[in-house]
């Protein structure tokens, strides 16, 4: 599903750089990434979903050649395949639950906004534990259910891929389990792969595979 | 489109005073030059056919402006009196059809125009209900008149002191409405039109025998005792002219010398009208004729001035709020830096914030349009009250 | 397209005679007494209608018209005044000034003043007084020629159209009036001094003009005067020795009988100031002219 080849990226300006020379995801897999800060964990995330391109090397994913695809071609790519949940949840204040969940459908011409969508949306809320909660505002929301929403408004394209960016990391050791469980069983039953940064290694058994960044990261001058 | 305008007005809805704030500046830059200007077409409008389509005007020599403003908007400022003679001096020239005026007395607030039945066919005026004032101490009252102070004819109007201590002792005259005008939307709409003979009973020049009727209306009494009467303070004396007393009504002194404010001169011809202003270039005469088209236009000419440097000062402030505008929406770019990457990150390109951003300006226009639009409504409906109370005074 | 033309055409000179037609019979002049009514009908022809509303009983000088009335006025396209204080119920109403013509502005300052001051009561008009302008302007027939001048030449100025028919009847008129002048002026010129009597103090015009050596007393043609006014009339024929009595209107058969016990003979010199039963200004003045020389034989 997911495979870089020979990949080397550099911010301009910086002296980081991410040196990847192969590094494969297969399909329903659920891979968790690990390293320390500043290894390029959030920046693979961002390779792999297209926000970033590689100076030199591939990325391939879900039957695209994302490396080579132009601007828009990535951004529909990223819309249609690829759904993200962060850390800090990006959801918008001023929206309520619902149009958070539904935005991606708003913003896009790649994506049409149908009864059918939503009433997923509506389903997948249910199944999140939202259901009585659709109409408020994500604001008077608390931690766990906004990283809920979050994956809901990942989920809702039915996407290939899910990547997840210290989803947990905001959240309290009760609640990280059980966000975990449902972004899991959502995962699942979609039939997506799934790529999760963490800093939490008590969660790692819990995942098909774990691939560790301290293997890639080569810092120059060191 | 539709889907940027829903989110946009989710945010517009959400940051309510921020929305409010720029929707109140937007619309006050817009709607002050707007109304500005409608005030003074509307001015315009009144002040300028009014003055056209009065070729000529005798007056006592002194402000020409104060002159005009009485006497064809009925303006508060009374100009100093003439007398009758000048009208029938005029009418026995030839030359011109005198229209006397005597605009200086109130009922209720309204001003109170003595003059003759020439006026209503001079000004096109037409009676709506009712009939033609005939009798002395009839009169017959505006459309905007009757409105207000809710009067059809056969009721009755008093008229004003005009001083709080009249000290000559000339008690109000109870006038009977004959008739109510049709609209005209002119100051005639706003008066209170009687016979000049019955001017001169509000005055007191002309009067009855029996001056004072005393009420027997049994409303203004609070209580009565055998040896106490006690009134409230609606009790008021006043002169009535009835079928009884109306032949003890009486001029004292000549007809001649009775006061006016104004005659309207109608000019048989241009000529006449000519040779009549040349009459009364004379400096030894105590009267002026003068064209009430060039003293308004005088006027404009000094409201437009104004209305220059008015409009200059909203320019100026218009574009500085313009840039504080530019400012707001650009710092509000700043604070939502972590909404756009959002939006970035799910997917939506930099022409997304555009539209988003776009579409934010637009609800704010509209409604800032939609409320200008009121604004100009309201204006308008108020316009020519406007006009009466600041230009005309 | 031709056929077209012949029909606007048709239908304007249609609409404009119709104008025409309709304006000339809305064509109005109110007056306020009969002699100014016969004077603007006869001038004006069939170009204007002359009408005077009182009623027929009554002084029309002491008449107070109705509202409905004053709104025949106020809509009439001229208003001929007698002047000389005549119908003060003029200066109680609202009447349009523009429309207003005095006929007999010309002679003001040759209107008799008054002094006499009693007032009485006699018809429907209440009672009244004579002190002040004496107002029976037109039994000067110079005068009266004077205000149908003044008439005419109001008409002209509100109708210039009709000028000539104007001048014409005007012309016609004033040979009336001036024959009446000068008849009367003969039949005085016999005896300028013949002493006669007058019931009501209304022929002082008459008098100037003509000179006729008249004394009025304050009677009523239908009313006995009782006999204080009997001894005041015997007093007046002491110094004054009349053998006529000149009255308004016919007067009570028992008033002329005593009269003529007294050696005073009755006739009737009608002012005509109101509408007449029978004839018409100028038969009414005949048959006065014709009065008064009897008075005089």
Redesign the interface.
């Known amino acids: 599903m997911i495979r870089v080849r020979s990949l080397e990226f550099r911010y301009p300006g910086t002296d980081f750089l991410l040196r990847i020379p192969d590094f494969q995801v297969g399909t329903r897999e659920m891979v968790a990434v690990i390293g320390p800060s500043g290894s390029g964990k959030t920046t693979l995330l961002n390779l792999v979903a297209g926000i970033l391109v590689p100076e030199q090397g591939s990325v391939h994913c879900a039957d695209s050649e994302v490396s080579t695809l132009s601007d828009a071609a990535r951004r529909d790519f990223r819309i249609s395949r690829i759904g993200f949940v962060f850390q800090d949840f990006e959801l918008l204040d001023y929206l309520n639950v619902l149009d958070n969940v539904l935005h991606p459908y708003r913003i896009t011409g790649a994506l049409k906004l149908t009864p059918r969508i939503r009433e997923r949306a509506r389903d997948l809320l249910q199944q999140m534990g939202l259901g009585d909660k659709i109409q408020r505002g994500v604001e008077r929301l608390s931690q766990g259910e906004k990283q809920r929403v979050a994956i809901c408004r990942a989920l809702l394209p039915s996407p290939q891929i899910v990547l997840a960016d210290e989803a947990t990391g905001n959240l309290d050791p009760r609640n990280k389990g059980h966000i975990l469980d449902l972004l899991f069983e959502a995962v699942q039953a979609h039939g997506s792969t799934l790529l999760a940064v963490t800093h939490d290694h008590e969660l790692l058994p819990r995942f098909d595979r774990t691939v560790d960044f301290n293997d890639f990261l080569v810092k120059d001058g060191l | 489109m539709i889907d940027s305008l829903y989110i946009a007005w989710k945010y517009v809805s959400f940051y309510k005073a921020r929305t409010a704030t720029l929707v109140a500046c937007v619309t006050l830059i817009a709607a002050l030059p707007l109304a500005l200007e409608l005030v003074l077409e509307e001015s315009e409008r009144q002040l300028l056919s009014r003055a056209e389509s009065t070729p000529l005007l005798l007056g006592a020599r002194g402000s020409a402006l104060d002159l005009v403003m009485n006497s064809l908007y009925f303006g508060d400022e009374v100009p100093e009196l003439i007398s009758m003679r000048a009208a029938d001096d005029m009418d026995a020239s030839g030359l011109a059809?005198?229209?006397?005026l005597y605009v200086r007395f109130q009922a209720r607030g309204f001003p109170i125009v003595g003059t003759?039945?020439?006026y209503f066919?001079f000004r096109d005026l037409h009676i709506a209900q009712g009939?033609?004032?005939?009798?002395?101490g009839?009169c017959v009252i505006g459309a905007e008149v009757a409105e207000r102070l809710e009067l059809k004819p056969g009721d009755t109007l008093l008229s004003s002191p005009e001083t709080l201590f009249d000290l000559a002792g000339v008690y109000p005259l109870k006038m009977k409405v004959a008739g109510v005008l049709a609209r005209s939307y002119t100051p005639d709409d706003l008066a209170v039109l009687l016979?000049l003979?019955?001017a001169w009973v509000v005055q007191g020049l002309v009067h009855g025998h029996e001056d004072v009727t005393r009420t027997q209306d049994d409303s203004v009494i609070i209580k009565r005792s055998d040896n106490n009467v006690i009134a409230n303070a609606k009790l008021v004396e006043y002169t009535e002219i009835t079928t009884e007393n109306?032949?003890s009504?009486h001029?004292h002194g000549a007809p001649d010398d009775y006061p006016l404010t104004a005659v309207l001169a109608l000019p048989n011809d241009e000529r006449s009208g000519t040779i009549l202003r040349g009459r009364y270039l004379d400096t030894a005469i105590p009267y002026q004729l003068v064209v009430p088209g060039d003293v308004i236009v005088g006027l404009l000419a000094n409201i437009f001035r104004i209305k220059n440097v008015l409009d200059a000062v909203i320019l100026m402030v218009g574009v500085a709020t313009a840039l504080a505008l530019i400012l707001v929406f650009a710092l509000s770019l700043r604070l939502r830096q972590h909404e756009i990457r959002t939006v970035f990150r799910i997917g939506g390109s930099r022409l997304t914030i555009f539209r988003l951003l776009g579409a934010e300006i637009t609800i704010i226009f509209l409604v800032s349009g939609l409320l200008c639009g009121f604004a100009m409504i309201v204006v308008d409906q108020y316009s020519a009250e406007l006009v009466r109370r600041l230009v005309i005074g | 397209m031709h056929a077209r033309v012949v029909f606007q055409v048709i239908l304007w000179v249609l609409l404009f005679t119709s104008t025409l037609a309709t304006g000339q019979g809305q064509v109005k002049v109110y007056t306020v007494n009969y002699p100014l009514q016969y004077f603007s009908q006869r001038i004006a022809g069939q170009h204007a209608d002359a009408v005077f509303p009182a009623p027929t009983e009554g002084d029309p000088a002491f008449w107070?018209p109705s509202?409905e009335v004053?709104?025949g006025y106020?809509q009439a396209d001229l208003i001929l005044l007698n002047g000389a204080n005549y119908a003060k119920w003029v200066?109680?109403?609202?009447?349009?000034?523009?429309?207003l013509v005095d006929t007999s502005a010309g002679f003001r300052d040759r209107y008799i003043r008054v002094t006499v001051d009693a007032t009485h009561s006699h018809g429907p008009g209440g009672e009244h007084s004579h002190a002040g302008t004496a107002f029976t302007t037109w039994l000067d027939f110079e005068q009266a020629a004077a205000q149908a001048r003044a008439t005419a030449d109001a008409m002209t100025r509100k109708w210039p159209e009709w000028k000539s028919d104007f001048s014409r009847n005007l012309e016609a008129l004033e040979a009336d009036l001036l024959e009446l002048d000068k008849q009367i002026q003969m039949i005085v010129a016999v005896k300028p001094d013949h002493p006669l009597m007058a019931s009501h103090p209304v022929y002082q015009y008459l008098q100037r003009r003509y000179g006729l050596n008249l004394k009025s007393m304050m009677w009523e043609p239908d009313e006995m005067p009782d006999e204080a006014q009997w001894a005041a009339l015997a007093r007046a024929l002491g110094d004054h020795p009349a053998r006529w009595m000149i009255w308004e209107g016919e007067p009570n058969p028992q008033i002329v009988k005593r009269l003529q016990r007294m050696g005073v003979e009755s006739v009737v010199f009608d002012p005509a100031g109101n509408r007449l039963d029978k004839g018409d200004f100028l038969s009414v003045m005949g048959q006065n002219v014709k009065h008064l020389k009897r008075a005089y034989q």
């Open positions: 059809t005198p229209i006397p003759t039945l020439d066919d009939r033609q004032m005939a009798l002395l009839e016979d003979k019955t109306v032949d009504f001029f | 107070q509202v004053i709104s106020q200066n109680r109403v609202s009447l349009p000034r523009r429309k």
